[in-house]
């Protein structure tokens, strides 16, 4: 059986565990909530305004419950599709750059979903108390979760610990989910034709869905309070990474120094997070990731503007529309695609 074969097995088994673990208790909370087919296998819950996967909403409801956060925890939100490997990989290497020789860094070793692990889809998995002790590499601890702000455990939200979120453009965004989605679909279920997962995406019917809804609770909070989240895009790091690079490490309180910056230290951390780097280092190539998806399948084509192979005309534009209507007013923008002129900029600035 190859990579892609038992990811799908792995990922199908693991809902149905999962599934079945649902105690009385539950099953009756789950019973309640508002029910839509998944994209992949088991089906999305409506949970405080999201879609949830039948996967993730337990372990998701552990940690919102049992978490304590430290004043110096560093947590990664993000949307899914929209970076969380690539953010890892920066957020690892520029926190904690003093603590590894440059020649054995350990992202040569293990994948980012292995240094920064993920708190409902890998950490709190099969544990509802997990110990946390040992959990990161380094401190202060560095970890990750795609969870809602306003579903975010309260010690996160009370504490002074720092927030590093990162979103894209919707387009790419979709496009990138809807692949990685029909990579992971059992072999007995049909391949999620474009039209039919394009309207739910548009209705919020996906996973952390809807997609404005998470971005923007996100970017308001990040404007209230901008020493306590760091709001980045996925164009903008692709734009420019040296400056985005140096903002995040200033934001973490890791700011780099002159000598840092002489010595080249910035490109270097650019570079072995790079798509491209990444992509080929061995240790992205095999195995699987707690929640059974293949580790390769977080790296596909890492580009802006793809969903122009994919998209409609009328696709585009009615996802325009709802771009518009929901971004609104609110400041926030989006690049489409990576040479862009102020024209092309949809919405959006
Ligand atoms: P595409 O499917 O558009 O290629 P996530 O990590 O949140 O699951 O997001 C996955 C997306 O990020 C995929 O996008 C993947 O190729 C891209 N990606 C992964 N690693 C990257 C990196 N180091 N730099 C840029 N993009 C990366």
Redo the contacts with the bound molecule.
Sequence with gaps: MDAAEAGKARVASLIQDVEKSYDDEFQQLVHTLPKEEGWVSGSLYLYQGFWWSSLALKPMISFQTHFQAFDSDVIVV?F???????LK?LTFSTLYRDRFARDEHPLLASTPHQLVRHLEYDVYINNPCPDLENICVYKPRLLATHVPHASLPTSIKDSKCKIVYICRNPM?MF??LW??SNKLRDENQESLSLDKVFDKFCRGIHILGPFFDHVLEYWNASQENPDKILFLK?ED??EDMNSQLKHLAMFLGVPFTVDEERQGVVEEIANI???E???ELEVNNKGLHTSGVPHKD??????VG?WSNYLTPSMVERLEKLIQDKLDNSGLTFKFSSKISQDENVGFA
């Design positions: 993000t899914p599709k929209c970076g969380t490997t690539w990989a790419d496009i990138s692949l990685f996925y790091l692709k997070c790079s798509f780097k990444l992509k977080f790296f596909r084509k890492g580009k793809d």
